[in-house]
């Protein structure tokens, strides 16, 4: 029996010098604003994604010219956390080489768009002199690894933003690739290769996500991801840390192959294994991840080929001891803290709510020159959530009235005055640069919860905490199949609407509705509202009231999540 041919993706990885390709020469071609298609793919493990503008696209084919193409960057920040200093250099590039805004991602990274070619290396390069950097933001190795960023338990989070950066800094890509191309580093003729020590010479059979949360907060959705860590508190000391394997988002329409699931918790180690573990689940998942269909690549189709227990039987062989048994935890929600926290060295903390995680100006809200003040004073640090929003944290006594007063000259100190449904929203970028998306998400949300604010009103629901997400399509970057209502784009202004998740992120969700026009969300989801204010059992959550009223049946498991879907899913609202 012959073996089966590896996807496409995998010979490009072979032939391209440890992610060198042709790279440094497509860079020097000013002729095109485009890279080849190979180089497009091995930019991916550089921190960048080649996109166009697609509002103009069309226009463009129409007068014969090549698409609006330009890239979008993304910064690695372990953790969430970074300095004032980094953050006045991020706000100057978002200026100086962006399209003067900054995307705080779902996973606690810088993002930027529209940094057309010929600043691609500039940028990248000045990136670095901030001690920031984008290699492994993007591509099939580990991205950037996320943490709760909440200061409260100041303690307990220095040593898991600690183990947030040991993580990232042991799996971060070894090639000298990246330094020759970007940071003019000197090219060393050799006769030897490089040396992949973790990844070997084809890296990962696509990308890995890695979390680490700690409890009752899941705001890194720890369900959602392919391997977290989930931080056991006893006594007031962090004993270690449970270990959950083969989260993950992404699906295909119409591939019931394919499909989001819910991590499952496997063991425990303890703070001073939590690197090695780390390792070794990325071995396991080098060596036994499916590398000729990359539908079904991801970790969580590993787990599910193999079943969770022969994932930590073969983990608990490459790492030469055992996981211990899994200890109690318990999460409540998965949204973030609001407003001022005082922690128990003095230091205050102010979450912001930023919508869409785009922080830019406008007319009526100028939020990020607000920030940009703010940091030329802060002597604290910037924490990005998990949720899009961002943290000014660790401000001292000293400092905190005169940041109080610049918080309300550019009106910021009301961020999250705002509906409980809308604080607890996320979207992906989606339209018009991000090349997969079918329908818009971080553009037409807003205006959406809008609409569903009302009917929340006349509810009496405006207080009431429902997680809302919108993806563009259903490769789930907003994280969609575990929020309580989830959109996932179809085609333009069209929608399948998910209900049922778990509010703190334990859960999936189900089809309730497929392809739902933009105009019929809003009377499709008012009556359940209604139902939802009139029939609730006292602390119920609705995604949990959606199940139990038989809206949906429930998900148990990620092979479940296209099947029990009820007959009027399918049909037209």
């Known amino acids: 029996m012959s073996e089966k041919k590896l996807s496409a993706n995998e010979y490009i990885k072979i032939d391209s010098n440890y992610l060198r390709g042709t790279i440094a020469e497509g860079l020097a071609d000013l002729s095109t604003g485009s890279m080849v298609e190979d180089d497009q793919q091995l930019l991916k493990f550089h921190g960048t994604y080649q996109q166009d503008d697609r509002d103009i696209r ?37 200026t100086q080489f962006a ?37 492994a933001a993007c591509g099939d190795v580990n991205r950037n690894v996320m943490c709760n960023p909440n200061p409260y338990l100041s303690e307990i989070h220095a040593q898991a933003l600690q183990a947030a950066k040991d993580i990232s800094t042991h799996l971060t890509p070894q090639t000298r690739a990246y330094h020759e191309i970007w940071l003019d580093g000197e090219k060393i003729e050799s006769s030897e290769e490089d040396v992949e020590p973790i990844y070997g010479k084809t890296y990962l059979p696509r990308k890995f996500k890695i979390t680490i949360a700690v409890p009752p907060s899941n705001d890194v959705d720890i369900y959602a991801n392919c391997l977290s860590f989930v931080a056991i508190v006893e006594g007031g000391k962090l004993v270690g840390y449970n270990v959950a394997v083969g989260g993950g988002m992404g699906s295909t329409h119409g591939n019931e192959a394919t499909y989001p699931r819910i991590a499952d918790v496997i063991g425990f ?82 979450t912001l709510f930023i919508a869409g995680g785009r922080v830019l100006d406008t007319p009526s809200y100028p939020m990020r020159t607000g920030l940009r003040e703010i940091a030329k004073i802060h002597d604290g640090d910037f924490r990005l959530t998990a949720n899009q929003n961002l943290i000014i944290a660790n401000v001292s006594q000293a400092k905190r009235l005169e940041i109080e007063n ?85 085609g333009p202004d069209r929608y399948n609407v998910y209900l049922g998740g778990g509010f703190a992120g334990q859960r999936l969700s189900k089809l309730y509705r497929e392809d739902v026009t933009a105009d019929e969300i809003k009377p499709l989801l008012a009556p359940i509202f209604r139902h939802y204010a009139k029939a609730r059992i006292d602390g119920e959550r609705f995604g949990d009231f959606c199940i139990r009223t038989g809206y949906v049946n429930a998900t148990i498991q990620g092979p479940d999540f296209h099947k029990n879907i009820k007959p009027e899913a399918h049909v037209a609202v």
């Open 99 to 135: 399209n003067g805004t900054i995307k705080l991602t779902t996973r606690q990274a810088f993002q930027f768009h529209g940094i057309i070619k010929s600043n691609l290396k500039r940028t990248i390069k000045e990136i670095n002199q901030c001690a920031m950097d984008t290699i």
């Open 58 to 94: 069309a226009g463009r084919r129409k007068h014969k010219l090549e698409k609006a193409y330009s890239f979008m960057i993304r910064i690695r920040v372990p953790g969430g956390v970074a300095t004032s200093e980094q953050w006045l250099e991020t706000d100057r590039l978002a």
């Open 406 to 490: 610049l918080l309300e000259k550019y009106g910021i100190q009301d961020s999250h005055l705002k509906s409980a449904l809308r604080l607890n929203s996320l979207a992906c970028v989606a339209l018009p640069t991000c090349a997969l998306a079918l329908a818009e998400a971080e553009r037409f949300l807003p205006d959406l919860l809008t609409g569903l604010e009302e009917s929340l009103e006349e509810n009496g629901l405006r207080h009431d905490a429902i997680t809302i997400r919108m993806t563009g399509c259903p490769n789930g970057c907003a994280r969609p199949f575990i929020s309580e209502i989830g959109f996932v784009g179809r």
């Open 269 to 350: 180690c303890t703070p001073e294994q939590v690197v090695d573990v780390a390792e070794k689940v990325v071995l396991v998942q080098r060596d036994f991840g499916d590398r000729t269909d990359r539908k079904h690549s991801r970790f969580k189709y590993t787990v599910d080929d193999h079943g969770p227990d022969w994932i930590l039987a073969k983990l608990n062989e490459y790492l030469g001891y055992n996981l211990g048994p899994v200890r109690d935890f318990k999460f409540e929600d998965n949204g973030d803290r609001y407003g001022w926290t005082e922690d128990a060295n003095g230091n205050s903390h102010l």
